[in-house]
């Protein structure tokens, strides 16, 4: 069977819940459809089931079986390397299903057959890769050019002075409290203090407190945005004034920082571009043109199969 005829998951089982230009989604095909998205991403699939996210997460459906459609002729080329990932996507759960049996419940709960997970996967990823193969090289070049300083790298010691227990969530310090002592660590640095000895003292930071607070080589884009424009910006070598985050305060000191060009790029950063590129073109869709599309919707208050 082609890909362009498989067929809907439950396609007519179930009331009507979403009426668009040239198609209808039923109330079974949806459910099946919110249990797919829970497998994928499983950190959302709780927050799936409020009405919010429900309506939403409908309307990203409607948009991708527009999209779809729209596609026209999709190449051998394309269809075999959408299965490629599919086939590897499909034994990935099997392995996972074996090992968790929760997993396994959710599927069997949802009526999830093999052909709905691969109708679902092949409709996201095929729209996704039609969407990233619109994006050209130059407009990659472009989008570096905007946000190069994101690209940078930078070895970096920090000492963190953290408001928050990670394991409970509780409060460790106050902001004002945690401010004064990150005063405390920047006079001892300034004062020829060792990192090392300083960073296992104070730092609340477990993965680089046994080694001064080092981080080699980091490309600046991961960090948060406070913390990202202190190691831009710092002086070489300067202790900087403590650096407040949604963490606590930080005591920083950038010991190396590259700048980046394109041409410098690995392919997986390049890729990562164009990957950002593609997101927020059919983001653009979804917020432009899709509503427009969108004749009626009726989600019923409890939605349960």
Request: zero cysteines.
């Amino acid at each position: 069977m082609s890909q362009r005829n498989t067929p809907v998951p439950s396609a007519g089982s179930g009331n009507v819940i979403a009426t668009y230009k040239d198609g209808t989604v039923t109330e079974h095909e949806f459910l099946k459809y919110m249990a797919f998205v829970g497998l994928m991403n499983p950190d959302y699939a709780n927050t799936l089931d409020t009405s919010p996210y429900k309506k939403m997460t409908l309307k990203q459906y409607i948009g991708h079986k527009v999209l779809y459609s729209l596609l026209g002729e999709i190449s051998d080329e394309a269809i075999k390397k959408v299965d490629a990932q599919m086939n590897m996507f499909v034994e990935h759960l099997k392995r996972a299903i074996e090992s968790d049996p929760t997993l396994k419940m959710q599927i069997e709960e949802a009526a999830l057959s093999d052909s709905d997970i691969k109708y679902f996967y092949r409709l996201i990823t095929t729209v996704t890769d039609a969407e990233l193969n619109k994006i050209s090289d130059d407009a990659a070049k472009m989008r570096f050019e905007e946000t190069s300083a994101d690209f940078n790298m930078v070895t970096v010691r920090h000492i963190l002075i953290s408001t928050i227990d990670k394991s409970s969530g509780e409060e460790l310090d106050s902001m004002e409290e945690a401010f004064k002592r990150a005063q405390e660590v920047k006079m001892k640095l300034d004062a020829g203090g060792d990192w090392s000895v300083l960073a296992k003292e104070y730092s609340d930071d477990i993965a680089s407190s046994n080694s001064g607070g080092l981080y080699r080589r980091q490309t600046v884009g991961n960090y948060i945005k406070n913390f990202k424009d202190a190691v831009n910006k710092q002086e070489i070598g300067q202790i900087g004034d403590p650096v407040k985050t949604e963490y606590g305060y930080h005591v920083i000191q950038v010991e190396k920082r590259e700048e980046m060009t394109f041409d410098m790029l690995d392919q997986n950063q390049k890729f990562t571009i164009k990957q950002t590129l593609a997101s927020e073109g059919l983001e653009k869709f979804m917020a432009d043109e899709l509503e427009g599309l969108i004749i009626k919707i009726d989600l019923p208050k409890d939605t349960t199969i």
